[in-house]
């Protein structure tokens, strides 16, 4: 006979008194026509849902929201599901970054005010995945991850192409003059063709990866794509799981571990992740309290590139979940001693005992560390006097003859100079140069805009030239390519030394070495730095947009707020009446 006290639920402060206030919430509740025993001691879920037409990614999470809705139900909860702001990548100017702390604090705020027992967090799009996570660490009540799922392998002229990688692929052809304008346009529909998030190891793929390997997801949630009727299993599932998460007080502190975010940043290598994983790490890491810096991403150095994935490699998502998904990289990698087997997930159990029988079904989608895609593809952190608080690059998008690279800065001053001269036939810029790119960071887009990829001059691309090095304080898309460097810290909004480079300067990047230097002195570099900071002036914006500039911090340190940093909990308000 279990004489176990039943958990008092954190919904009870709303829903469990005889007296005024309990009349008043459960009163209005039942307008909804939600009948009286559900009120008695049962969990409450909420569904926090990132669904928008705005945010194409995430136009299909009402279905989802239904399926985990069942779920609860089943598993004896209530669910209520309530939105949150939706953040979406392809829609929102200036940038999707720009509101990811706006999103965190709805998500943060929403919880903690309502009578929610547990949350599952509903998300797709690129930066939905890192708010909705960094709002829920603040709050640190039970909360599980359902992701929407990649849309399925785009079909350009017989051939699989890649989202977002498509567009950076034919558009240098259509500035090179390969292909016309008509052609150009055509490929429009054959990239998008079902629902769900980008198809590539882009950012919204990369981080559904970080999502599952930190265990804050049940297993496959990365790769199943947004179509397949596993995927809708997937939810339902997820919704029993969070009620048995409330009852056992598995909450978020518990799952979020520094060896969970160890763990992350080696899966990041292994599947040839995006370069914004470093910057949401590092954000999610500091709701949470877990100490994390950008030198841990040295862990991923040694790391082989082992998912085949675009814009890395060759397959699609759609490929990779058919090959065994996120569970069959973990497999090998825990197999190698390269994971910490010690970290616990959402279902209660390790991340090594979810994965350790997971089977991979194609080794040219999945391959062998032994015979990897990338021998050490791990995000690299650069430091320097151009760099003294870090920039990274991912090698395993960038070209080989590249990695180590001395060149004459071309620089644009911002994205419209950069726009307005890259045409330019009389620029003065060849293969051999580096283009520096200011004023693109967090507080100089604003929003640190997915501009860093810059494309190359036409009349280069004219002769054959598809690469070159390319520095700023911007990010890149995840689906992108290329020698980038990026997130150079401090930015040069904020006088860091990449706002005194001048055309001409030479730069040295040294990628194995973890090295990029500006060739100028000590002294020079001041003296530059001292006459900027004369005369530069900082705009008044009003609105969010100044409350953004005056407390996003810097990329090293995740561009989360600097009042949003830490976990808040979830201490039950006082009454509103």
Not at 1 to 9: A, D, E, F, R, V
Not at 132 to 155: F, H, Q, R, Y
Not at 183 to 189: G, H, I, S, V
Request: charged share 20%.
């Amino acid at each position: 006979m279990n004489n176990k006290k039943p958990k008092t639920l954190r919904s009870a402060s709303w829903f469990g008194s005889d007296d005024k206030n309990g009349f008043m919430y459960r009163s209005w509740m039942k307008n909804q026509g939600i009948p009286e025993h559900h009120f008695q001691n049962k969990p409450v879920i909420g569904i926090c849902n990132t669904w928008s037409e705005l945010t194409p990614c995430n136009g299909h999470l009402r279905e989802l929201a239904q399926r985990v809705k069942n779920g609860i139900r089943e598993a004896g909860g209530i669910p209520v599901e309530f939105p949150v702001f939706s953040n979406g990548e392809s829609n929102l100017r200036p940038s999707a970054m720009l509101t990811r702390n706006l999103a965190a604090m709805d998500t943060e705020e929403a919880i903690r005010g309502n009578p929610i027992d547990g949350v599952v967090l509903l998300v797709g799009c690129d930066k939905t995945t890192p708010a909705l996570l960094m709002g829920a660490a603040s709050c640190d009540l039970p909360t599980i991850v359902v992701t929407g799922g990649p849309m399925l392998n785009g079909k350009h002229k017989g051939k699989d192409v890649g989202s977002g990688t498509l567009v950076w692929e034919l558009h240098q052809e259509y500035k090179a003059g390969n292909i016309s304008l008509a052609a150009f346009m055509n490929a429009e529909a054959d990239m998008s063709r079902s629902t769900g998030t980008c198809n590539t190891m882009g950012t919204a793929s990369t981080m559904a990866c970080m999502v599952e390997t930190l265990g804050v997801s049940l297993p496959h949630n990365a790769a199943i794509p947004a179509v397949d009727s596993r995927r809708q299993v997937l939810a339902h599932m997820s919704g029993m799981r969070i009620v048995d998460m409330v009852k056992e007080d598995l909450t978020l502190s518990k799952i979020l571990s520094r060896d969970a975010f160890i763990n992350a940043i080696k899966v990041n290598a292994a599947i040839g992740g995006s370069t914004n994983a470093v910057i949401h790490l590092k954000a999610i890491a500091g709701r949470i309290g877990v100490e994390l810096s950008l030198d841990d991403w040295r862990h991923g150095y040694t790391v082989p590139t082992i998912v085949n994935l675009k814009p890395s490699g060759q397959y699609l998502m759609e490929d990779f979940y058919y090959a065994g998904g996120l569970p069959a990289v973990l497999r090998q990698l825990f197999e190698h001693d390269l994971l910490s087997k010690n970290t616990l997930t959402v279902n209660a159990a390790s991340l090594w005992d979810n994965v350790k029988e997971a089977p991979c079904y194609n080794q040219e989608v999945i391959m062998s560390l032994e015979k990897p895609l990338v021998e050490n593809g791990g995000i690299r952190v650069l430091r320097g006097n151009l760099a003294p608080r870090g920039a990274v690059i991912k090698p395993s998008a960038a070209s080989s003859r590249l990695m180590q690279h001395r060149g004459k800065a071309v620089v644009f001053e911002s994205f419209d100079d950069y726009n307005a001269r890259i045409g330019d036939p009389e620029l003065d810029i060849d293969e051999n140069s580096i283009m520096v790119l200011k004023n693109c960071g967090p507080k100089g887009y604003p929003g640190m805009a997915e501009v860093g990829n810059m494309g190359l001059p036409p009349k280069l691309l004219k002769k054959g030239i598809k690469d070159m090095v390319r520095i700023s304080d911007a990010r890149m898309s995840g689906t992108a390519f290329g020698t980038v460097v990026l997130h150079v810290a401090p930015e040069a909004q904020a006088l860091g030394p990449l706002a005194a480079v001048q055309n001409g300067d030479m730069i040295a990047l040294d990628t194995y070495a973890g090295t990029l230097q500006l060739e100028i002195s000590d002294q020079e570099l001041q003296a530059r730095l001292d006459k900027l900071a004369a005369v530069k002036s900082i705009p008044v914006n009003g609105g969010y947009l100044s409350l953004f500039k005056e407390h996003v911090l810097q990329a090293d340190e995740g561009c989360d707020f600097d009042f949003l940093v830490g976990c808040r909990g979830a201490e039950i308000p006082a009454h509103s009446h």
